[in-house]
């Protein structure tokens, strides 16, 4: 069974940082699309990043240039280091994981498994 479980989230200040982790287990012997994703109240699930079994990236247009996505694959853990974070950032942020490639790296459906989220709150 794939688990996917994040932490590091917070309260920030704008212009903070934070970076978040997602530890997985579970996972079947071939590689994974992983991504980020985040919700904020009243508004639909958005791919913050994500990462294909290629290593191809692909970023928000919101996040470039802030937000950067790696990968310990000995520690089987997914990173999302945020930084000049902004109020709009604020939103329940969601690790999730396909096996295999995608056909739409930063679609929400193409990714069946989906950790809890890790609340991050930019606010003064």
């Known amino acids: 069974e794939v688990q996917l479980v994040e932490s590091g989230g917070g309260l920030v200040q704008p212009g903070g940082s934070l970076r978040l982790s997602c530890a997985s287990s579970?996972?079947?012997?071939?590689?994974?699309?992983m991504g980020w994703f985040r919700q904020a109240p009243g508004k639909e699930r958005e791919a913050v990043v994500a990462?294909?079994?290629?290593?191809?990236?692909g970023y928000a247009n919101s996040v470039k240039g802030r937000f950067t996505i790696s990968k310990d694959n000995a520690k089987n853990t997914l990173y999302l280091q945020m930084n000049s974070l902004k109020p709009e950032d604020t939103a329940m942020y969601y690790c999730a994981a396909h096996r295999g490639s995608v056909r739409l790296l930063l679609a929400p459906y193409e990714y069946r498994f989906w950790g809890q989220g890790t609340q991050v709150t930019v606010s003064s």
């Open positions: 579970g996972f079947a012997s071939s590689p994974y699309a």
């Open positions: 990462v294909d079994t290629d290593g191809y990236i």
